[in-house]
């Protein structure tokens, strides 16, 4: 309701979370596509096809033309004479080797038969002698006669049509040694006239082979602001390799390669070797920023994906927050924070969701959030780092206790032991979806300041990692939405056993591979994406890698985010605030009520998994092995056995690297027999939990002497 008491409007439905299916994607709000008039066609046409002369083609090509042709003509005296002169050395190359026979005596010494064969070469040689003399001697003939007849014209016609064609003889060819350089002309777009264009294309980038050839699926379309084409790769090449290989096909089709997208046809209407190639006429990245569509609702439900920028295809693309958790990586003023407060605004219009702000930054960024959070620190002193670390225990313990009052409710309330709409909505149970969105995140994760947890020595920063990964590993399922935002992605600033959990990554620009492969998750730059490639003026444009749990089946998409100024962001702030106060549930720090609830900080300790011995002080191990134990969890002492293919898949490794890893570090992989789920026991490769512990042991007892 609003504040005349009518009912508030209800949004729009969203577009469903967009997949990469190109036959059953669904989008209900794309800016509509102008339709092309008979005139614009033709022209796209004219301006496309391989067979309309490029000089034509604009004004500029045609001066350029007139520029060559003239140069052309002063530079032909020159290229007749070099061309004749070279054609005059061919030509008495080429007679020299006829004279003297030189195939057939080549053959015959190749055959060890030159003794026999010599009267025969030796009688050819003496007859070609005659040819060459009697042709000589008629030629000369001919020109004396041309003299008498027609006086020194004669000669000069002759002497021009020897010379022209000795320049025939001598011109330049293709592949010849000496061949010129020249520019290979416009490539781009000619492909969809002529579709051989784009299987050479598809050689030159080395994504078919010579003999191979691609079957056109559908004929190149203009859709959008682009040109799509659907292709069918040979046999046995697939549409993976032509993603991860998408800046050569670019390079060889003549486009930047953030305007091509290239997407696997999936479902019942692809395969694995089909390809929908998408090229946009313009860069789509650039132009005016997008309005954040969220501007434009009363109210939004934290259970819809939330609209969060749109592709390359002006497709819109939403992020599904509930059951995940997202981490946002970028190098500095690339368009982090605002890109933040799109899911967060997201939350914010729904009266019944509860906010924990952290704003490392400590600016105004996120000041009129302030309004709507539940608990809210804006700052980078230690007092400022402490409050966090306590509201982080406060949610820790608020997540043990939303397991403790989940197993107690009906099941026809809550069938499965995970949050539902109904539950989060019900005040009287007070289980509403909580978000804690942290801006800067390395300034609370990097503070050194000494700690002493559970009766170890840490740093209040590693403290922090280890209350955000349990908020990250077990909150999904009560409700708890993590969103963490960093300008260092590195893997000291954001552990891996942190790293490992959170579901949903988006990289902006980065300054290498590595940092973006640290957002975007292992080998992400060998499959197509490097978010250190995206350029410095496409501000707010990422790589969004959607949490799998979600239901996405898209591996990552670049997508450019909804601009949401200061003004805007307030607007949301304040309506978000409104709704709170219509529907009772403005509490904490909105509501001035910035008391702490009462948390026993050994219950957090042992959440946080000290009850399991390995656990301890486990940010002090190194890689893999930390981001092993931290997935076992419990699991460590309860399993005696983990298939290394579980463990590469969950900490998504690749697999030599991760074996020489672990290698390096004690565990070698040994073999088992593991029962699989349909009861048949199989024989499988992983590591042994005692040998995980011995390994943990050691690096403990190095650590302590590297101590002393
Ligand atoms: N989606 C967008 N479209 C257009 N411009 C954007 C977008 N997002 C951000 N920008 C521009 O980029 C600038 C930097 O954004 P932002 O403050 O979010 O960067 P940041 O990465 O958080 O920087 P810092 O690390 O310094 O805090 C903004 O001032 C804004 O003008």
Not at 152 to 173: C, E, N, Q, T, V
Not at 468 to 478: Q, S
């Amino acid at each position: 309701m609003n504040e005349q008491g009518e009912p508030l409007p209800v949004p729009r439905p969203s577009s469903e979370v967009e997949s990469a299916i190109f036959d059953a994607e669904l989008v209900d709000d794309a800016a509509s596509v102008p339709k092309l008039t008979r005139w614009q066609r033709f022209m796209n046409w004219w301006q496309r096809s391989p067979r309309v002369p490029t000089a034509l083609k604009s004004r500029k090509a045609a001066k350029q033309a007139l520029l060559d042709l003239l140069l052309f003509v002063v530079h032909l005296p020159w290229r007749f004479v070099s061309a004749a002169g070279r054609g005059t050395v061919a030509a008495v190359r080429a007679w020299r080797r006829w004279v003297r026979v030189h195939d057939y005596r080549d053959a015959a010494e190749q055959s060890e038969k030159l003794v026999d064969k010599f009267i025969e070469i030796r009688e050819l040689t003496l007859f070609r002698w005659k040819v060459t003399g009697t042709a000589g001697l008629a030629s000369a003939a001919v020109l004396v006669v041309a003299y008498v007849l027609y006086g020194a014209p004669a000669l000069w016609a002759a002497g021009g049509l020897a010379a022209a064609s000795l320049a025939i003889f001598g011109r330049r060819k293709e592949g010849s040694p000496g061949r010129k350089p020249v520019l290979s002309g416009p490539r781009s777009l000619t492909w969809t006239m002529d579709p051989q264009v784009l299987v050479e294309a598809f050689r030159d980038a080395k994504l078919i082979g010579k003999d191979e050839s691609l079957r056109l699926v559908e004929r190149a379309a203009h859709d959008g602001s682009g040109w799509a084409v659907t292709v069918d790769l040979p046999a046995t090449r697939k549409a993976a390799d032509v993603i991860k290989h998408r800046e050569a096909l670019a390079s060889a089709l003549a486009v930047d390669e953030l305007q091509l997208i290239i997407e696997r046809v999936r479902g019942c209407g692809g395969h694995a070797g089909r390809v929908f190639l998408w090229v946009a006429d313009a860069d789509p990245y650039a132009g005016p920023p997008m309005r954040f569509p969220l501007l434009d609702v009363e109210q939004w439900d934290a259970w819809r994906a939330i609209p969060f920028g749109r592709d390359a295809r002006n497709r819109r693309v939403d992020l599904q927050l509930v059951w995940t958790s997202l981490l946002i990586g970028a190098i500095p003023r690339q368009g982090k924070t605002f890109s933040t407060r799109l899911p967060a605004a997201g939350l914010i219009l729904d009266p019944h969701a509860r906010l924990y702000v952290f704003d490392g930054k400590g600016g105004k960024d996120w000041e009129a959030a302030e309004a709507v959070a539940h608990r809210f620190v804006c700052g980078d002193e230690i007092e400022h780092v402490e409050a966090v670390r306590d509201h982080l225990v406060e949610l820790v313990a608020e997540v043990q206790s939303r397991y403790a009052r989940m197993s107690r409710l009906d099941d026809d309330i809550c069938p499965e032991s995970k949050i539902t709409p109904a539950i989060s909505r019900d005040t009287d149970l007070d289980m509403p979806i909580t978000a804690v969105v942290i801006d800067e995140v390395q300034v609370y994760l990097e503070n050194p300041a000494r700690e002493d947890i559970g009766g170890k020595k840490s740093t209040i920063g590693a403290y922090i990692a280890d209350l955000l990964t349990y908020l990250t590993r077990k909150g999904p399922a009560v409700g708890i939405v993590v969103i963490l935002a960093t300008q260092r992605p590195d893997s000291n600033t954001i552990p891996s056993r942190l790293r490992a959990v959170l579901g949903s990554r988006f990289a902006l620009r980065v300054m290498d591979w590595r940092d973006s492969n640290i957002v975007l998750g292992e080998q992400m730059n060998t499959r197509g994406f490097d978010a250190s490639t995206l350029l410095p003026s496409h501000k707010g444009v990422g790589i969004l890698r959607p949490d799998s749990e979600t239901g996405a089946d898209t591996i990552a998409t670049l997508v450019r985010t909804f601009f949401m100024p200061n003004p805007e962001w307030r607007t949301i702030c304040g309506r978000g605030r409104a709704l709170r106060e219509a529907a009772g549930t403005l509490t904490g720090h909105a509501a001035g009520d910035d008391l702490q609830r009462a948390v026993d900080p050994t219950a957090v300790a042992k959440a946080l998994g000290s009850s399991s011995e390995v656990l301890d002080d486990r940010s002090a191990l190194p890689e893999p092995l930390s981001s092993v134990v931290d997935y076992l969890g419990d699991d460590i002492d309860r399993r005696d056995f983990v298939p290394t293919a579980e463990l590469i898949d969950a900490l998504d490794s690749e697999p030599t690297l991760f074996g020489r890893q672990m290698g390096e570090l004690g565990c070698q992989p040994r073999r088992a027999r593991v029962a699989s789920e349909d009861g048949t026991v199989r024989q499988v490769r992983g590591y042994y939990t005692a040998d995980l512990r011995k390994a943990v042991d050691e690096a403990h007892t190095a650590q302590e002497k590297e101590g002393e």
